[in-house]
Structure formats: structure tokens, C-alpha cells
């Protein structure tokens, strides 16, 4: 064998008790677990190397079903932000907004979109336009070497329709719902797992329910799954859910809710209602998950918050808007005092926002303050170009707790990895999970949240030979002392890495060793094939 982990405490992720085993691993697979006490005659399995297990956890390699690394992993072989963590596969192209499939100018408006989440690339050669190009760059990232870790991809609705329609805020013509439905198609045969919106972004959120409905046929056409950020996590965000999941039983559509959760003084204690929605559909017959992050603090870009109408048009069309007086004092009295779609549906209170980044480092005095008001705002938006990162300090602790618990639930970082002071999230979500939630507060047993962290997200990604600690699957694994586990990151220092986590392998070879990032890059594009 090349390498045996012995004496191992294995969580293999089906949720079950735990067990005591020698684990073996060869040519990148699980090739045999000897539990504790195995039969006489059964020998303990040796290898190449032997790694002394004892005391420590050996789950799967967790999947974070919600992550913004999609320029990241192109110009970051280390990545050490998910790696260290024990991620070893990231669900990109989220929120209906990412970068395929585009021609030359949706590409560029996108990248002038996203520039809060993902920097606006002036480092990246943008070769491709299809998602299968996309895939292929991740594989043939760093010189060929690939990707520091695994990568699925979502076609991007909010891109589809800005390539189709552009940014008007009206229902497509057949034509141009026909040209969607291709370009969806063709990115669920090239290899994505699925379909993202983002409904309180433009332009995605220009798109009625029955065009969604639409595309979504053609998702469970390829038996993929509809992940959006739904039209409110605030004054409706009930209203929004139910309306995820009746879009989605009418097209008859797996369903993953991004990022679930219910924001915003109007949804305090409110969880529960969320869950018996959820319950009631999935008696039903509903084929529903969600993701969620352990913090309460959301994260997004300042230009997010705007009213609909104000990004119609895209970027070019905000910042002209923004330069109007008359038109800025429209914008602020939407945010103010109607409560914008951006912000969804509550008016905004200035100091729950936090400025995270900026793209013009002349800016960079704002990061970590929090907004004084519209003037302020309105600067930041006009003079970093749109491409402010916030967080937004609106969310709950028994909310959060309570959908956490959840048996379709599974954990997503929605880790934005740009500015200067990013959510913690992106470094910390799933050492937090481990540490905080289930050994100091018992919200999860150890074995239930690792199978929220694995198996639960592998079978929703399809994956016949990953999340489980099994014989025969591929071996991406983390090895964890459970006992001292826990995010490093805070919100004074978002950068920094968990500890007791020791070894994370990819395929089989060590993308963390002994607590140190290797310079391996074991990742590669995860592609539907069914």
C-alpha cells in the first residue's frame, strides 16, 4: 500500500458511530479498513508509510457547497484559505454570477460586476468562453498541475441572461428564452452540476418564475440541481422560500438553497417557520438541501444593497445614476425609507454594514469601519468603481443554531476571499462547525456534522465515489483532532488558519501535512458525467 493511517478514530461520514481502524490507502483510493477487533486471521494492513492516527479523526474531505474561488484557484496555487481547512471540493459559479459562459462582452461586464468578490482580474488571461473551457483552464491551472483543490461549477443564471437579454428589467422574448435554454444546456453537457441564481442581484433578478421555471426544466432534463439565493433574506423571506420550492416542483428540479438562513430584526426567533416549510415540502416528496456558514454576519458587495432599477443597464449605467444628484436621492430614499429588493425589502440601517475591501487601495482607510450614512456610501460606490465588499451584521445566533440541526442540511463557507478584511467565513467555516458548534455547544454530534460536511453534499453533487470513508472511494480525506479543532479566524484577523488539522489529502497525496500546505495541487474540475 502507499500509505496506511493506523489506529485511526474513522467518522465516516454515513452519520453512525465512529470506529477504531487501520485505514489504507492506494493509488488514490481507499483500499482497506481493518476495524479494531477485526476477525482473527485478518492482518493489519502495511505500507510505504504509516501515519500514527491515534487520538486523531479521519472523516472525509469536506465540500463546501457555496464558494467564490473561482478566479482564486487560478491565481492562487497555495489556497491554503479552503485547503487548510480540510476542504477538498468547492461548488463555484454561485449566486448567478461568475465568468462562463460569456462572450467578450459579458465577460467584461461580469468582471465589473463581481469585483467585490473576486477582484476584477486584471491577473487572470481570461482564454476561455464555455463552461467546458472554464473547466478545462481550472485542470490545466499552474503549468498543468492543476488546482490546489477540487472544483464543480454551476451555470450561472444571472450570466446566461445578461449573455441573452442583457440588463433589462423585463421578461425575455422566446428567442432570447430559447438561446438561455441552450446556453444552460450546453454548460450542464460540458460538466456542470447545476444551475445558480441570484435573485436580489441584477440582472438575474430581472427574471419572472416562469422564465426561472424554464431554465430549471432543463436542469433536472440533466438531473443537476437549482441553487439560488432566493428574492429576500429579510421582510419576505418566507414568501421567497416557498416560492424556490413550488418553481422548483413545477419543473420537477432537485432544489439547493443557497446560503439559508432568515436575516434582519423582522426574522429574529424565526427559523422554526422556515424548517416546518421545508418539512411540509420534503413529506411531500421534495428533493431539497440547503447550505448554510456558523456566523451570523452576512457578506456581500456595497452595490448589492442598491434597488433593482438602479442596475438596470449594468455598471456603466450605476455609476451614471450614482452621479446624479436627483437620481442618487432616489436611490437613497428606496434604501432608506421604502426598503430596497437589494437589501431585501428592509430599509437599510447604515451601522449593521461593515466596509470589508476595496478595490482602490486610495480607499483603504474605510475597511473595518462601519457606514455613517448615504454620503458615505454613495463615494465608496462612485470612487471605488462598485467594487466595495461589506459585511452585513443582520443575522441571528438561534436561527443560525437551529437550522444548523436540520436533516438536509449541509455547510457552505460563501467565502469572498478579496479585501482587506473578509469574512472569516472564507477561512474558518468548517474548523468552526467542528469546534464552536460541536464540541464546545453540542449543537451536532461529531458524527452528524461530518456527515453534514460530506456525504450529504456528495449526493447532492451526484458523486458515486466520494464523501463516505469506504473501500473503493477516492481518497480525499481529513485527519482532525477533535479535541482541539477550531478556526483561527476572527474578524479583526479574517487571514488566519484553523488549527488541529493536521492532514488533508486530495486523490490520495497530501495537500496538508503535519498542520503545512505541501506545494502538491491534487485538484481538479469535478464534472457532471451522467
Known amino acids: 500500500m502507499d500509505l496506511v493511517f493506523r489506529d485511526a478514530e474513522v467518522v465516516d461520514g454515513t452519520g453512525g458511530p465512529s470506529y477504531r481502524a487501520d485505514v489504507a490507502i492506494d493509488g488514490g483510493r481507499i483500499a482497506a479498513i481493518v476495524k479494531e477487533g477485526a476477525a482473527a486471521g485478518c492482518q493489519r494492513p502495511t505500507a510505504r508509510r504509516v501515519v500514527d492516527a491515534e487520538g486523531l479523526a479521519l472523516s472525509p474531505g469536506f465540500i463546501d457547497m457555496h464558494a467564490h474561488s473561482d478566479l482564486a484557484l487560478l491565481r492562487d496555487p497555495d489556497h491554503s484559505a479552503k485547503a487548510a481547512q480540510g476542504v477538498t471540493l468547492e461548488v463555484l459559479g454561485q449566486d448567478g ?47 498543468g498541475r492543476g488546482i490546489a483543490v477540487n472544483a464543480a ?115 429574529r426567533g424565526r427559523a422554526p417557520e422556515l424548517l416546518a416549510l421545508l418539512d411540509e415540502a420534503l413529506e411531500a416528496g421534495a428533493d431539497i438541501t440547503l447550505d448554510t456558514y456558523p456566523y451570523t454576519p452576512g457578506c456581500t458587495s456595497l452595490v448589492a444593497v442598491l434597488p433593482s432599477w438602479a442596475g438596470e443597464g449594468g455598471p456603466e449605467a450605476v455609476l451614471a445614476r450614482l452621479r446624479d444628484d436627483e437620481t442618487a436621492e432616489r436611490v437613497r430614499h428606496h434604501l432608506e425609507v421604502v426598503g430596497s429588493d437589494g437589501c431585501h425589502g428592509v430599509p437599510v440601517e447604515w451601522d449593521t454594514i461593515e466596509v470589508s475591501g476595496v478595490s482602490d487601495p486610495a480607499l483603504v482607510e474605510f475597511t473595518g469601519r462601519r457606514l455613517d450614512g448615504w454620503p458615505t456610501a454613495r463615494r465608496l460606490l462612485i470612487e471605488d468603481r462598485l467594487g466595495t465588499t461589506i459585511l452585513q451584521h443582520v443575522g441571528h445566533e438561534e436561527n443560525v443554531r437551529a437550522i444548523m440541526r436540520h436533516r438536509v442540511h449541509t455547510g457552505g463557507s460563501d467565502g469572498i476571499l ?22 464546545e455547544l453540542g449543537v451536532l454530534s461529531l458524527e452528524e456534522c461530518v456527515a453534514h460536511l460530506t456525504a450529504r453534499p456528495a449526493a447532492r453533487l451526484r458523486l458515486p465515489d466520494r464523501g463516505l470513508v469506504r473501500e473503493g472511494y477516492v481518497a480525499d480525506l481529513v485527519l482532525f483532532d477533535p479535541e482541539s479543532v477550531a478556526a483561527g479566524a476572527t474578524y479583526s484577523a479574517p487571514r488566519t488558519l484553523p488549527v488541529g488539522i493536521p492532514h488533508v489529502l486530495i486523490d490520495g497525496r497530501f495537500v496538508v501535512e503535519d498542520g503545512r500546505r505541501t506545494d502538491v495541487l491534487a485538484g481538479r474540475s469535478i464534472r457532471r458525467t451522467h
Open 418 to 439: 478579496q479585501g482587506l478584511k473578509p469574512h472569516p467565513r472564507a477561512y474558518g467555516t468548517f474548523p468552526r462547525y467542528l469546534g464552536r458548534y460541536v464540541r
Open 97 to 143: 454570477l461568475s465568468y462562463a459562459p460569456v462572450d467578450d462582452r459579458t465577460l467584461a461586464e461580469v468582471r465589473g460586476a463581481v469585483t467585490g468578490w473576486n477582484g476584477y482580474g486584471d491577473d487572470i488571461d481570461f482564454d476561455w468562453r464555455t463552461v467546458g473551457g472554464y473547466l478545462d483552464r481550472l485542470d490545466g491551472a499552474h503549468g
Open 153 to 267: 461549477y454551476l451555470v450561472p443564471q444571472g450570466t446566461v441572461r445578461m449573455h441573452a437579454v442583457g440588463w433589462e428589467d423585463r421578461p425575455a422574448t422566446e428567442a432570447e428564452l430559447n438561446r438561455m435554454r441552450r446556453l444552460v444546456a450546453e454548460g450542464l453537457e460540458q460538466g456542470a452540476v447545476g444551475m445558480s441564481s441570484g435573485l436580489t442581484y441584477t440582472p438575474g433578478m430581472y427574471a419572472p418564475d416562469a422564465e426561472l421555471t424554464e431554465l430549471c426544466r432543463v436542469v433536472a432534463e440533466y438531473d443537476g440541481y437549482y441553487c439560488p439565493h432566493h428574492r429576500s433574506y429579510g421582510a419576505g423571506a418566507l414568501r421567497a422560500y416557498r416560492e424556490m420550492i413550488t418553481l422548483a416542483r413545477d419543473a420537477g428540479c432537485a432544489l439547493h438553497l443557497a446560503h439559508a438562513t432568515m436575516n434582519f430584526g423582522v426574522n
